[in-house]
């Protein structure tokens, strides 16, 4: 087990990695702002909770996973 999980994981950061500089860098604009995201901004307050983001980075997620599993 030790062998073959070690490149799947090593890639697995490095896409973590990159998909990290983009989002810093913007170069993901798109992301957080989804229709569906909820966004309250008060005077002194803000609020915001990027529900349809989440569930697309799941799916995606979801989707990677189940690939490696077949």
Same mark, same amino acid.
């Given at each position: 087990?030790? *062998? &073959? /999980?070690?490149p799947? /994981?090593?890639?697995i950061g490095v896409v973590?990695?990159?998909i990290g500089l983009l989002a810093w860098s913007g170069g993901l604009p798109w992301f957080g702002r989804l229709p569906g995201d909820i966004r309250i901004e008060? &005077?002194?307050? *803000?609020l915001y909770i990027p529900w349809v983001s989440? /569930?697309?980075v799941?799916?995606?997620i979801? /989707?990677?996973l189940w690939?490696? *599993?077949r």
């Open positions: 087990m030790g *062998r &073959e /999980l070690g799947v /994981l090593v890639g973590v990695v990159v008060g &005077e002194n307050t *803000r989440m /569930l697309l799941s799916a995606v979801s /989707l990677v690939f490696f *599993r």
